[in-house]
């Protein structure tokens, strides 16, 4: 009976030891992904407790309507190996709008992008050429975080 109980404590052992390596490769994973440029390719949220109400609604865009929807190119993102990142607004005709700046890391699974002004901080699900980020956002400007945003974005290059 003692040897089945080590054996058993010996697989669970080793089954925490793949797991602890299996996030630390997604960390790496991640790190080693994020350098290059990336373009969004959908944007939905859903909003809830609209406007202090019960009501709430979904706002969504796709890569392929996003011109005709908002009048400008799908944002793209730059991250560069010295965590630095930048994110481009620009019209249909190509003309820069503005630029987000800021410093961004990589804890786990999390994405926490820094900018002078605000704090952002996203899972990340890493999937091949994709970034699905997801996190909890204050969209309507009610002042609670209870609004749901996944975004997800496509490689272009390095």
Request: proline content about 3%; glycine content about 4%; hydrophobic content about 35%.
């Given at each position: 009976?003692?040897?089945?109980s080590e054996l058993i404590f010996s697989a669970l052992f080793v089954i925490g030891?793949?797991?602890?390596?299996?996030?630390?490769?997604?960390?790496?994973?991640?790190?080693?992904?994020?350098?290059?440029?990336?373009?969004?390719?959908?944007?939905?949220?859903?909003?809830?407790t609209a406007d202090n109400t019960d009501s709430s609604y979904v706002f969504e865009?796709?890569?392929?309507?996003?011109?005709?929807?908002?009048?400008?190119?799908?944002?793209?993102?730059?991250?560069?190996?010295?965590?630095?990142?930048?994110?481009?607004?620009?019209?249909?005709?190509?003309?820069?709008?503005?630029?987000?700046?800021?410093?961004?890391?990589?804890?786990?699974?999390?994405?926490?992008?820094i900018e002078p002004t605000a704090t952002y901080q996203y899972t990340v699900k890493?999937?091949?050429?994709?970034?699905?980020?997801?996190?909890?956002?204050?969209?309507?400007?009610?002042?609670?975080?209870?609004?749901?945003?996944?975004?997800?974005?496509?490689?272009?290059?390095?």
């Amino acid at each position: 009976m003692k040897k089945l109980s080590e054996l058993i404590f010996s697989a669970l052992f080793v089954i925490g030891l793949a797991y602890c390596k299996q996030d630390d490769k997604t960390v790496t994973d991640l790190k080693s992904h994020l350098p290059g440029e990336w373009e969004v390719e959908s944007l939905r949220v859903q909003v809830n407790t609209a406007d202090n109400t019960d009501s709430s609604y979904v706002f969504e865009a796709q890569r392929d309507s996003w011109i005709a929807k908002f009048q400008v190119k799908p944002f793209r993102t730059f991250y560069t190996d010295d965590n630095k990142y930048r994110i481009e607004y620009r019209t249909q005709y190509d003309s820069l709008i503005s630029t987000s700046r800021g410093i961004w890391n990589v804890f786990g699974d999390t994405l926490m992008r820094i900018e002078p002004t605000a704090t952002y901080q996203y899972t990340v699900k890493l999937q091949p050429g994709r970034l699905e980020y997801k996190s909890m956002v204050d969209w309507d400007g009610d002042g609670q975080e209870d609004d749901e945003y996944i975004e997800v974005q496509r490689f272009l290059k390095r």
